[in-house]
Each structure stands twice: as C-alpha cells, then as structure tokens.
C-alpha cells in the first residue's frame, strides 16, 4: 500500500510515500540547474525513503494496517509498525535495499541518502559541517515538501 507514516497527517494512506517522493523529486527537479549532477538529486529524492516499504527479501511491509479502532479514533493512527519487519532506521534500511539490488550509487548519492532523515539526528550529526550539494540540495527539497512550500 506504500503509505509514508501512521497517521493521515504523517503519510498514512495508500500511496503516499510514491505521492511524497514525486513532489520531493519536482522540487529537486526544480532547482537541479544550480548542482553539477542534477540526475543525481532527482535520483536520490525518488529513492531516499524506500526504506519505509519495509523488508522486501522477506516479504514484510514497515506498516500495516492499524486494527484498533480506539488507535485509529483517537490518534488518528491508520497504520501500524509491524514488529516482524527487522529494526533498522529508513536511511540504512533504503541504503541496505539499494545495495541488496545491486543498485549503484556513487559516494555523494549515498551520504546525501545516508543523511535524508535529518542533521538534528545524533547518527548524522557527524557531517552537519561538511555535506555537499547534492545532500544539502536533497534536505532543502525534503524540508520544501514537509513545510508545504
């Protein structure tokens, strides 16, 4: 079903993680003429949350379906972590998938999909003062979309 979140606020519905990666793509797409590799940054906006579709080799979906009605009433919560899906942040499970697939990415395409989820987060802290273009033109996209702009 691909949804990007729990809630209908966060991505909750069917489609909406392939919804979110196009308008972070156009954005990217839109300002692509100021980076030296514009296929680049579209490539790693369409790519850079795959992660959330869950385990692929096992067959096992990040969300699921949300069976409380007191969760979905309440919270708004329409989907569910599924706790047969193995642990792992959206970044790395992406990062993992690609490279499960064989899928290349050059070394700027996987730092700029290694950081996708944020420099606030403690794991990406690391390259806050030193990303490139393409990581950075990716967050500007991403936070474009996030904020509605």
């Not at 606020?9 to 692509?32: C, F, H, M, R």
């Not at 950081?115 to 794991?123: A, D, K, P, R, T």
């Amino acid at each position: 079903m691909a949804p990007r979140g729990l809630t209908v606020e966060t991505g909750g519905s069917p489609g909406a993680l392939v919804d979110y990666s196009l308008q972070v793509a156009n954005i990217a797409k839109s300002q692509a003429s100021h980076f030296s590799n514009p296929k680049s940054l579209v490539k790693v906006s369409l790519l850079h949350e795959l992660g959330k579709l869950g385990d692929f080799t096992e067959g096992t979906d990040l969300f699921i379906p949300q069976n409380s009605s007191w969760h979905q009433e309440k919270l708004g919560q329409m989907y569910k972590y599924n706790d047969e899906c193995s642990k792992m942040n959206v970044a790395h499970r992406t990062l993992w998938m690609l490279s499960s697939l064989e899928f290349d990415l050059s070394r700027s395409e996987w730092l700029a999909i290694a950081v996708s989820q944020g420099l606030h987060l403690q794991e990406n802290q690391f390259y806050a003062t030193s990303i490139d273009g393409l990581a950075a033109g990716l967050l500007s996209a991403r936070l474009a979309v996030l904020h509605g702009e």
